[in-house]
């Protein structure tokens, strides 16, 4: 048994992302950013070329290869996953070395499950109400968990469906994409009842607006929030947490595992 959840580390190549959107002004700069994330302890890094914060206008595929693929050519060596949407940008990213897709919109684009089935590759599903520019307006819910649970299984069964390998696929309640603090929280109390249907879940909540509605903090002053948030998701189930800083996020998913009664590395 894994002695506690993974962490994989976010790496934004990208001009507008909420918490490090043009950080990184070069290939190599992205590249040493993902080396060091391993380094501290991420065992796979997430490399997104798409911003998709709320409000956030789609980038084309053309331009999200041109963005990720000089990264990941500079990280064969490491696990890395990519974050799209496109069945067309994880097509090139697979081809390049990527070993998972991390899709916010659950296949909304009808190549992905076919592409991810042909690779071989691991897939997340996440649960997204709209899109990046509509999500954060006023959403609502009957029942946030019994909706976010529906869907995330429907479309898991989807991509099984279309030969996935349901022992590699991750579903993932989609912490701040179309809900509100209530919703966030209601979501992560939940994960032990998401966490039965034997999928492994990943869980994001790293920097995220909900914790600043919490602790009145800005994005940047976020981390101690973050690592509280990781802990206790890595407590109710998590079996990965995607974060910024992964040192931190290690450690607190460590003691997490220890109060759950599992052997720590």
């Known amino acids: 048994m894994r002695a506690h959840p993974l962490v994989m580390g976010v790496l934004n190549v990208t ?28 065992a796979i890094v997430d490399l997104g070329g798409e911003s998709t914060r709320p409000g956030a206008s789609p980038v084309a595929p053309e331009e999200e290869e041109a963005r990720v693929l000089p990264v990941l050519d ?5 696990p890395v996953s990519i974050d799209t949407r496109h069945a067309r940008v994880a097509a090139a990213a697979l081809e390049a070395g990527a070993v998972l897709v991390n899709d916010v919109s ?11 089935a042909a690779r071989g590759a691991g897939l997340v599903l996440m649960h997204m109400r709209g899109d990046p520019r509509t999500m954060q307006t006023e959403p609502r819910y009957a029942d946030v968990v019994e ?22 696929i991750l579903l993932d309640p989609g912490i701040g994409f179309g809900k509100n ?42 981390g101690p929030a973050t690592v509280a948030a990781v802990a206790l998701a890595a407590f109710f189930g998590a079996a ?18 220890a109060w759950r009664g599992r052997l720590v590395e």
């Open 240 to 257: 990965v947490v995607r974060v910024h800083e992964p040192g931190p996020a290690l450690d607190a998913v460590r003691v997490a595992a």
């Open 147 to 168: 909706e976010v649970e529906t869907y995330l299984l429907a479309r898991a069964q989807a991509a099984v469906e279309a030969g996935v390998d349901p022992e590699r």
């Open 15 to 42: 001009p507008d992302s909420f918490s490090d959107g043009g950080r990184f002004a070069s290939p190599d700069q992205a590249a040493a950013a993902g080396r060091t994330m391993a380094a501290q302890g991420a």
């Open 181 to 222: 603090l209530e919703h966030n929280l209601a979501l992560l109390d939940a994960l032990p009842r998401l966490a039965k249907h034997g999928y492994p879940l990943l869980v994001g909540v790293s920097r995220k607006r909900f914790l600043g509605d919490l602790t009145g903090r800005a994005v940047a002053d976020r």
């Open 106 to 116: 659950a296949g909304a684009d009808p190549e992905m499950f076919p592409l991810v």
């Open 74 to 78: 500079r990280l064969r060596d490491l």
